[in-house]
């Protein structure tokens, strides 16, 4: 009888994680930061960006992240943790390229990262919130 209460207990928590993936979500970033150009010439320099507003659409393994007119797709998977950390729960992290996002479906806030090895002017992180459409 208690395997059977867990597992129904395991299911009911899965439910709004999975009915908050499949809804479009509207996301703010609250702080952006990175590397950016000095005003001198070649020097790189910590720099404060403009907060960005996008709309994220998660579908199985796949997310798209609409911005500015431009789509962006994305592959996923569970986010996994090392060693003896906590297992993060409804947590995903997706990338594409230079680009990687982790985002909490419980908590609807996010952790982006462009990372481009190639620029050093190219390095950016961001966190912020969403909320669904």
Do not use: W
């Not at 952790?111 to 969403?130: H, I, K, M």
């Amino acid at each position: 009888m208690r395997a059977v209460i867990a597992i129904a207990v395991v299911a009911l928590s899965i439910i709004p994680a999975h009915a908050q993936s499949k809804r479009p979500v509207l996301c703010v970033e609250d702080s952006a930061v990175g590397l950016g150009n000095s005003i001198e010439g070649d020097d790189i320099k910590p720099a404060v960006f403009v907060r960005q507003t996008f709309s994220l659409t998660v579908s199985g393994d796949y997310m798209t992240l609409i911005s500015s007119g431009r789509s962006e797709f994305y592959e996923c998977s569970a986010a996994n943790p090392r060693l003896n950390e906590g297992r993060p729960r409804n947590t995903i992290k997706c990338q594409n390229g230079i680009y990687f996002i982790t985002l909490d479906l419980n908590r609807n806030r996010f952790v982006r990262a462009q990372l481009n090895p190639e620029d050093r002017a190219a390095v950016r992180v961001s966190y912020g919130s969403c909320k669904p459409i």
